[in-house]
């Protein structure tokens, strides 16, 4: 308060005579209570004043306002002052009540807003809008984040729910509800079980990597997460010849499966969907394939300890099985994890070496020194088209076979025991074993055949995984053919064979067992009757493997020997012929033949020939060149000669004995 | 399982009948929340008067966040609704999905056939090729012995 101080006089509190009644009783005013003392006082206080300091404030500020350019003020003193003089009445106002609420006495009849002057009304109408506005403001902003988050839901959604759909189409998908009320994804798995291509029998358990659960990545996409090394392939190899650690082509085509979730998830981003979906179909397909070998290694286990032919166990421990095969060959299968390190190969292969069980003694497993470590890796078949082999027989027992169960045909494998004939993986190991061994028959027959060069070899695919067959033919030259076509016209019409263009050997191998069948060699008939009778008579015998060598090439000896038989006959010499002699007689009972050698280590040519003579009279000169038993013989070593030269010798020995005759 | 065509009983009627329920029931649904989103929005644009009294405003903000608050709520269910349709699409669409299958099978099966007669070919081109290989090889002068 500024200005002249204002006061107020008060009555002096004496007792001042209020009435006089008639009676002359003199009334005085009541006492007043404490408590009325002071509610008067309080009624005396006074606001006046601090109206007119109001309406001075206004006054000023009217006249501030008009010079407000003139003067630089703080453009928020005005508020500062404003918020002093409230303050200084809100404390008045506090006050007053508070003594109020103090004394109960009093209380407050009323309150009476006083009226707001229209600036107010504005202000505050100005101030509900904004607050409102800024309401619906913030509103705005939170329907539109609640929208964009709804759309990124959307779109993830509509990304998984794409992408499962499209892997519905090749893989079953199930659902488990109870899996999705426990997680937060939606419990969708994947299942890559079938069910219904095994009997009872056969039931394989089902591998735990048959359920494939499908969660959610970061980015809202499906995504499939397997264990590392999970994921595990056939593996088959001749021991001794591969090692029992993975090649690393293998490894590096099986590797997808144990992909580390981090560079999935880099290679993602840049990945697009379709993309993505086909690495997952590609993921998922390894791991069906790893189920399916699974499988067929836990068929072959157990038709391993079923008692059948060709199964010969020698080696067995987990995820691995070792087994002979005859003929000194040991193969092994085992399961080995996709994705292994080579840190583990060499602890495989250490673990293949020691800590086989043997059922068997080793001595088997090494090989003959007669082939070196090159033929050996060379007589076995490749071990990729042993896998699938393999893995094809399997397969066709026991998804083909469930399928269509009356229909076997006469090449599938039997599989079901051994009573009725090799299961699967007798059959298995017997085709392997007649593989191995006709490799080696056929490096037998090459031998032979390249050093005699009159002889030509054919093969004759069978199709059977159990039979093989060749043909070695023995081509008569057709000059000489074509010369003796010339020489004869109709003399010996009833020949009708005339003479044969080639000669025929027929080797077949059944399992381990060879067959020779060759014609040219003279019937035991004939040889009784010492007639040179024109029935091509046909041999029939089986032999072993070394020997095969010298039976191919006596079984040769005897067709060149029957051809020039025949050849002499064409010209009309009567010649005795022996099973790989050929006799001219001379006169005077002198004879001259013609002897095949066959010695199947001559490198120069596996069949030689030698001109033996021998006297019909002991008393008679003889040249003894070389005389080894005392005979009255002499022999002359002709050489390797080819057709053409024998061809000529004959006609030779024939011009000898005709002129012998003509003497 | 015989699913016979009948109507009124068979697993096949249950099945439809328990499908109508349940589209039935996801027409309330969506009904409800698309009336709660319109309802709640209404609300929303009739509070935008202004109020003498500041605390009607106060009591109509908190209303609004309110409402704002159900009708997101609302449009997640619808959104929850369509994650269920489809599920039910995934799980449900047998008839595509068998015929896709089929069509699969067959493309296989003649894939499959396609290659036996492949491999059948190559085998006997490869026979063919043998037979020319050896006779060439075998009348030629110069034959290598294949030794150990």
Redesign the interface.
Known sequence: MDGNLEISLDKLPIKRLESIEENGVERYPSDSSYDEKRVSLIRRIDFAWALEDDEERERKKRQKKSSKDASATWQWQSMVENLQLAHQELSVIIDLINTVDANDAVTVAGMTRPKPLPNEVLS??A???A??LQ??R??GK??KQ?AKA?EE??AR?ARF?GA??RL???WK?K?QRLAAAASSS?GFIIDLFDNSLYDSAAMCRPSSLSTIRVDHDSAGMLAINLPPNSCRSLHFGFLGVHSADIPKELGKIRTRGSVEQCTREREKESMSDDEYIKETHTLLREVHQSIFDDQVFEMLNREAFNQSIGVNVTGIRENYLQLSIGQGNTLFISLVPSGKGDDQDAANTQDSESAIVPLDSFDNVKLEG???TS?RKWGFPNRTSCEIYLQQIVHEHAFVKAKDKPNLSGTRVSGQSGKDGPGLLGHFCLSLAHRIFSNRVL?EL??V???V?Y?????H?T?HSQTSSWTIFLKVPQSILHAESQSLKSDFQNMKDAVKSQFRTKVVVNDDRINVEGDGAPNVVSLFKRSSENISSVNKYECDLADLPVIILLQAASQVICWLHEEALMVGIKTNRDFLCLTFELEQGDTVSLVAHVNPED?KGGIAWWLVMEDGSPDDWKLQMDMYDGASEYRKFLGHLTLDVLYSTLMDLVSLCGGGRNH | MNKGTGAGTGPTAAAAAAAAQKQKTMMQRVETDIANIVDNFTQLVNVARVNDPPVRNSQESFMMEMRAARMVQAADSLLKLVSELKQTAIFSGFASLNDHVERRTTEFNQQAERTDQMLARIGEEAAASLKELESHYYSSAQRTPDTA
């Not at chain 1, 002889?455 to 093969?459: A, F, P, S």
């Open positions: 505050d109408l101030v509900s809008a607050t409102k309401c619906y913030q509103l939170y329907f609640s709804l839901q959307i959604e729910y499962l759909i519905q189409q090749n998908v659902r939606e007669k082939h070196g033929k490096v090459e031998n055949v390249c050093r060069p002889l030509h070899l054919m093969t695919p199709w490198i």
